[in-house]
Antibody, heavy 117, light 109 residues
């Protein structure tokens, strides 16, 4: 059974940093692209970033480019999102998802990031 | 403002059919065969209902169908049931990035 489990969310002040993790199981992690999608409170879904199976290709939404870094450790089946220079508008539930080209068949339960002073 | 345009709400009575539209451009919806639809119940993670315009993942009822005409994709739910009441989001690949619509709240009357 495919499982994705996010962690690392929490409360941080504007300008601060946070690192999210997503532990994957139930599939050959290195063979699949994975991504981060966020959802601000009461708002819609927003794609944040994707990474290829090897980690060699990364893609970002314009809203986070230069501030967020996606990475993965295939030996530990874990996806990461390093978030720097956080802003109030980054407040959201962050989901990790398995798939590519918008075809995300498996999602984690999400982790809440709150950016506030 | 979302990159893909969806109506904020839609409704239908049990047993009826309802169609939700998703309008983009030739650089996303109209340019790639990678349009997906997600169902999201409150407090839950999204669930993939349609992928690659009109394909259904295993386990999704055949009451759900997808189509596309030009730069507009559509999700049709036939034989509406109470459990179909939810938020629905379209998504499209757009060349090294992915876009979502603003979401449509489907109400079963």
């Amino acid at each position: 059974e495919v499982q994705l489990l996010e962690s690392g969310g929490g409360f941080v002040q504007p300008g601060g940093s946070l690192r999210l993790s997503c532990a994957a199981s139930g599939f050959t992690f290195a063979s699949y692209a994975v991504c981060w999608v966020r959802q601000a409170p009461g708002k819609g879904l927003e794609w944040v970033s994707s990474i290829s199976g090897s980690g060699g290709n990364t893609y970002y939404a314009d809203s986070v480019k230069g501030r967020f870094t996606i990475s993965r450790d295939n030996s530990k089946s874990t996806l990461f999102l390093q978030m720097n220079s956080l802003r109030a508008e980054d407040t959201a539930v962050y989901y990790c998802a398995k798939g590519s080209h918008g075809n995300y068949a498996y999602w984690g339960q999400g982790t809440l990031v709150t950016v506030s002073s | 403002q979302s990159a893909l345009t969806q109506p904020p709400s839609a409704s239908g009575s049990p047993g009826q059919s309802v169609t939700i539209s998703c309008t983009g451009t030739s650089s996303d919806v109209g340019g790639y065969n990678y349009v997906s639809w997600y169902q999201q119940h409150p407090g839950k993670a999204p669930k993939l209902m349609i992928y690659e315009v009109n394909k259904r993942p295993s386990g999704v009822p055949d009451r759900f169908s997808g189509s596309r005409s030009g730069n507009t994709a559509s999700l049709t739910v036939s034989g509406l049931q109470a459990e179909d009441e939810s938020d629905y989001y379209c998504s499209s690949y757009a060349g090294n990035k992915n876009l979502f619509g603003g979401g449509t709240k489907l109400t079963v009357l």
